[in-house]
């Protein structure tokens, strides 16, 4: 109930292209959902965050999509670029929680 | 650029070594944590200090030992430490030690090397 399922492990996309990264998750208790990303030899930097009563987040290229109902959401990257070739985890925490649970990671390839 | 800063970047260490993880913050937070990161994995709690108490210990070994001098200061004191214990070690804070929309900022981590 504490995981924070992601996919894909892996992904490689063309520059101008969409990027898209899934997670799920089953405590219905979360309620703050941020994405992390790292590049090789960095700390996981928060990228963009949402809480469940919205319904999407908008950053520059960088959007959440979450669907409370399906316990799911997802990080869209709109015109892919090779700068944003990192590694992608999304997390998710309770107010009242111990931990930020975090996803395995999606390895992000793009491709010039 | 990340408000967390950790000395030293790299370190290598033999089995028998004592040595210290160091990190600072200048945000105001009161709640600091480590994580340790092996390659292509999440970060994994350790430890988390709320206003600089200990308040989290995720059953890590006693050859790990934090301390935390004051609101600003987080160390990781080492000792007899394995090569399984070569990772990157991430120091982080936030505002409070509640997670729900308290944004955890990360320092850039410090690579260990047991030999």
């Known amino acids: 109930q504490q995981q924070v399922k992601q996919s894909p492990q892996s992904l490689i996309v063309q520059k101008g292209g969409i990027s898209i990264i899934n997670c799920a998750y089953e405590n219905t208790a979360f309620d703050y959902f941020p994405w992390y990303q790292q590049f090789p030899g960095k700390g996981p930097a928060l990228l963009i965050a949402i809480r469940p009563d919205v319904s999407e987040k908008k950053e520059g290229r960088f959007t959440i999509s979450f669907n409370k109902s399906a316990k799911q959401f997802s990080l869209h990257i709109m015109d892919s670029q090779p700068g944003d070739s990192a590694t992608y985890f999304c997390a998710a925490s309770t107010q009242a929680g111990t931990a930020l649970i975090f996803g395995k990671g999606t390895t992000l390839s793009v491709s010039s | 650029d990340t408000e967390v800063t950790q000395t030293p970047k790299h370190l290598v260490m033999g089995m028998t070594n004592k040595k210290s993880l160091k990190c600072e913050q200048h945000m105001g937070h009161r709640a600091m944590y480590w994580y340790k990161q092996k390659a292509k994995k999440p970060p994994e709690l350790m430890f988390v200090y709320s206003y600089e108490k200990l308040s989290i210990n995720e059953s890590v070994p006693s050859r790990f030992s934090p301390e935390c001098p004051n609101s600003s200061l987080l160390n990781l004191h080492l000792h007899a430490l394995q090569p399984e214990d070569s990772a990157l070690y991430l120091c982080?804070?936030?505002?409070?030690?509640?997670?729900?929309?308290?944004?955890?900022?990360f320092g850039e981590g410090s690579w260990l090397t047991v030999v």
């Open positions: 982080a804070s936030s505002k409070e030690r509640s997670y729900s929309g308290n944004t955890i900022y």
